[in-house]
């Protein structure tokens, strides 16, 4: 059975804290984690449809309900108070699914069919059973779209480097981790990089850090720092600088620009 990434690891550490400390009588704090927790199992579960690993409802089922007890106690409670609610969340995380697909290169048509589909058997749905086993349906469906695509556009080295850089983009990932994990000569695996990609590996490293940071910041849920060491960079200063590299803008400034634009 697959494993959670390390970045949702490193998320769970420090939300679930989070969880514990807080009682009955600091609900908006609790609720705050909670969301937390729960953005970090929704982006864990993205990594998890869109990578090469053939997927089947059964496994996708068993990788989502890998979480620790007291968390799926805590859903399940919620969920069985709240099933109209739920379904609305069942809803948002196909349309955030469809839109990543369509990032990620499959067809908006067919992307968008999926996600179709799934909305009405959603607004159908009678229990958390019939919830369960669409959202299984769609990300096997998902997945299987992503791979096809992916196979048709680059060789298998660079979508097995690909996705070591981005299950890795916590940590301090060099263009030679990413070639030793590849098991290839690093000059040899970063020039067939670039030809396919039209990017250096290092540059893919810091867009998909970069990439994962906006993520993070435009939900509000961390701070400017915490974004910084869930993605394991040095220091604040050097993520600031590299962040406006990729961005044009700072962090802070990337921030106050999303929220100009609610």
Not at 212 to 221: D, Q, V
Request: glycine residues 2%; aromatic residues 10%.
């Amino acid at each position: 059975m697959s494993k959670a990434c390390p970045l949702l690891k490193k998320m769970q550490k420090e939300d679930i804290k989070q969880i514990k400390r807080t009682d009955s009588a600091n609900v908006a704090e609790q609720s705050d984690a909670m969301k937390k927790y729960a953005q970090a199992m929704e982006n864990d579960r993205e990594e998890y449809v869109f990578s090469m690993e053939e997927m089947t409802e059964e496994k996708y089922r068993s990788y989502v309900y890998r979480t620790s007890p007291e968390w799926q106690s805590n859903i399940m409670e919620y969920s069985t108070i709240s099933f109209e609610l739920t379904k609305l969340y069942t809803a948002i995380g196909m349309d955030r699914m469809c839109q990543t697909a369509i990032k990620k290169g499959v067809s908006t048509m067919d992307a968008e069919s999926v996600k179709r589909d799934a909305l009405i058997d959603i607004s159908q749905a009678g229990s958390l059973e019939e919830l369960h086993n669409l959202a299984a349906k769609v990300a096997v469906n998902y997945n299987s779209m992503y791979r096809n695509f992916m196979t048709e556009q680059y060789s298998y080295p660079v979508i097995r480097a690909d996705e070591y850089i981005r299950q890795h983009r916590n940590t301090k990932c060099m263009p030679a981790d990413v070639a030793n994990a590849v098991e290839l000569n690093p000059a040899y695996l970063s020039k067939l990089f670039k030809k396919e990609t039209g990017k250096t590996l290092t540059e893919h490293i810091a867009e998909t850090k970069i990439g994962t940071a906006k993520e993070l910041l435009t939900n509000h849920m961390y701070s400017l720092r915490e974004v910084s060491e869930l993605l394991g960079f040095s220091d604040y200063a050097y993520f600031s600088k590299c962040f406006k590299r990729q961005t044009g803008m700072t962090p802070a400034q990337f921030v106050k620009s999303a929220q100009n634009k609610i």
